[in-house]
């Protein structure tokens, strides 16, 4: 079965004093949780900081961004190679990244593929805008996003990422989608995976993202094709993020 997974995407949010103390009451609030697997995403400048507050925890670190070079004149980036080591998922296509930095589906493919070749977890975000979604459009977004998204990538390769849904329209908005509509979703998404990559996609990871709070998570996260959250704003107050984490519950 699929290991459930929560990842906090703390976004421009915490100086690096601000994310320790996050990190440091994660760590207690969570030291009993085994079975799910929590990501916690800093800024870049934070990354060490809360890399050393969960050393010898069971959490996980990722970043929320990269560039798909190595190395070079790319001022302000941060590449593949400076992450490898340091943490193990890294946050790809969010819709922030799109809609305020221009990001598209080729430059997001080039950034999956590098984060592959250097043994990094992404977690691939993709989801309709409201717009698309009253138009009728969301299958054929997910589709596109997907496919694009994942062009040239292995089914070797496609077990180690983790697809977050997260539709424009329910993120920060304190509008998520019902757990029905996310079941949906997500379920999509799956065939689509299964059509492209087989059997491996029953073993993918899939998330449902925006607006998950303490109180939606239990019946969101209880949805058969729905692996797990990713989580912003509620991220950032330990004791809701330790409560959606605590209401995974094993689909065992
Ligand atoms: P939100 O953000 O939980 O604040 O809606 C989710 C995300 O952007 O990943």
Redesign the pocket.
């Known amino acids: 079965m699929r290991t459930q997974i929560v990842?906090g995407?703390w976004?421009m949010n915490k100086t690096v004093s601000e994310a320790y103390d996050l990190a440091i009451e994660l760590v207690t609030g969570l030291r009993a949780v085994r079975e799910t697997e929590v990501v916690l995403c800093p800024p870049f400048v934070s990354l060490t900081t809360v890399k050393s507050a969960i050393a010898n925890t069971m959490l996980k670190l990722g970043a929320q961004n990269m560039h798909d070079q190595d190395k070079g004149a790319f001022t302000g980036e941060v590449s593949p190679l400076m992450l490898a080591g340091l943490v193990d998922y890294v946050?790809l296509g969010?819709?922030?990244r799109r809609q305020h930095f221009g990001e598209d589906d080729a430059f997001i493919n080039r950034k999956v593929r590098a984060a592959l070749r250097h043994g990094l977890r992404p977690i691939l975000?993709i989801g309709e805008t409201l717009a698309q979604n009253e138009r009728g459009e969301t299958e054929a977004v997910l589709s596109t996003q997907l496919h694009a998204g994942l062009a040239g990538v292995t089914p070797d390769e496609a077990a180690r990422v983790v697809i977050?849904y997260?539709p424009v329209w329910?993120?920060?908005?304190?509008r998520?989608a019902t757990a029905a509509d996310a079941q949906d979703r997500c379920a999509y998404i799956r065939a689509q995976l299964s059509a492209r990559f087989g059997e491996v996609a029953a073993a993918m990871r899939i998330q449902y993202?925006?607006?998950?709070?303490g109180a939606n998570a239990a019946e969101i996260l209880a949805q058969p094709d729905v692996d797990g959250?990713?989580?912003?704003?509620?991220?950032l107050k330990a004791e809701e993020f330790i409560a959606i984490v605590r209401s995974v519950k094993s689909k065992l």
């Not at 329910?170 to 304190?174: L, S």
């Not at 959250?229 to 991220?235: I, P, R």
């Open positions: 990842a995407n976004k946050i969010h819709s922030e975000c977050a997260e329910a993120i920060g908005t304190g998520a993202g925006g607006s998950v709070t959250a990713l989580v912003g704003g509620a991220s």
